[in-house]
């Protein structure tokens, strides 16, 4: 099991910046490819950015490409998301999720582990 929990989200306004961590406990967090993923009122959720589990690639939605990062900090077990310039229709619960694999995913089933999500919510 991997216990995942999400912190960091909040209101601000359009253009405005925030910092979301994933801190993981249990199993070994390097055995595990990180992703975020969103999901606004109304909307499916959707992937958001993810990184393999040596931190080494990347890779983002279109959506965000350019304004958000991820990152990751194996000897902290946490994972992190950079939202920059950030606009209303990125309001959300933010998830962080896990995979067992080296490599990332981009589709919701495919990882194992999710943590209870963060509201993120940007006013215009």
């Known amino acids: 099991q991997v216990q995942l929990v999400e912190s960091g989200g909040g209101l601000v306004q359009a253009g405005g910046s925030l910092r979301l961590s994933c801190a993981a406990s249990?199993?070994?967090?390097?055995?595990?490819?990180m992703g975020w993923f969103r999901q606004a009122p109304g909307k499916e959720r959707e992937f958001v950015a993810a990184?393999?589990?040596?931190?080494?690639?990347?890779d983002y939605a279109d959506s965000v490409k350019g304004r958000f990062t991820i990152s990751r900090d194996n000897a902290k077990n946490t994972v992190y998301l950079q939202m920059n310039s950030l606009k209303p229709e990125d309001t959300a619960v933010y998830y962080c999720a896990a995979h067992r694999s080296a490599s990332y995913r981009k589709i919701v089933g495919e990882y194992d582990y999710w943590g209870q999500g963060t509201q993120v919510t940007v006013s215009s």
């Open positions: 990184i393999s589990r040596s931190g080494g690639t990347t």
């Open positions: 249990g199993r070994t967090f390097s055995n595990y490819a």
